[in-house]
């Protein structure tokens, strides 16, 4: 996230972007341990808007798809055992076709069922798809700077 925050504007003010908003409004993830992704969906889409200079709606994740149906080598997560942040950073980064909000919105699973993995939308987000997403530890304020400048 922060590699692509801009230093020029503030990103939660749309009149210093062009009219272009780079944060998405708080969700509630409701009584789920779904915080990791919920992070990790709203840094990306951030990212993304930022990179790609549209409205950060225009770029939104599913952290349905990311907190519930993992890739199949991974384990299921239900709501009452949540990712770590390194685990969630990592599932986004090999993650492919990721719906959007719309076409998987976020639905605590309390029961487990087996349809929280269906998306209503067979086209997948269209800025999310097209790159790759990467994350590393940052510890000090000159390897955030060296990493910037990269």
């Not at 993304?48 to 599913?62: G, L, N, T, W, Y």
């Not at 980064?93 to 719309?102: F, G, K, M, V």
């Not at 929280?116 to 798809?129: D, E, G, K, L």
Request: contains cysteine; negative net charge; glycine residues 6%.
């Amino acid at each position: 996230m922060l590699a692509a925050s801009p230093q020029v504007y503030s990103s939660l003010d749309p009149k210093d972007t062009g009219g272009i908003r780079l944060v998405a409004a708080p969700r509630s993830q409701g009584p789920c341990d779904a915080c990791c992704a919920f992070a990790v969906a709203s840094a990306a889409e951030t990212a993304i808007a930022s990179m790609e200079r549209v409205d950060v709606a225009d770029c939104s994740i599913s952290v349905q798809r990311l907190h519930f149906c993992p890739p199949q080598n991974l384990p299921e997560r239900g709501c009452r055992g949540g990712w770590t942040l390194t685990a969630t950073l990592d599932l986004l980064s090999y993650s492919q076709d990721l719906p959007t909000e719309a076409c998987m919105d976020y639905h605590p699973d309390m029961t487990g069922s087996a349809d929280v993995c269906t998306s209503t939308c067979s086209t997948p987000n269209r800025y999310a798809n097209q790159g790759a997403f990467a994350s590393m530890q940052i510890n000090t304020i000159w390897e955030a700077q060296l990493h910037i400048r990269k």
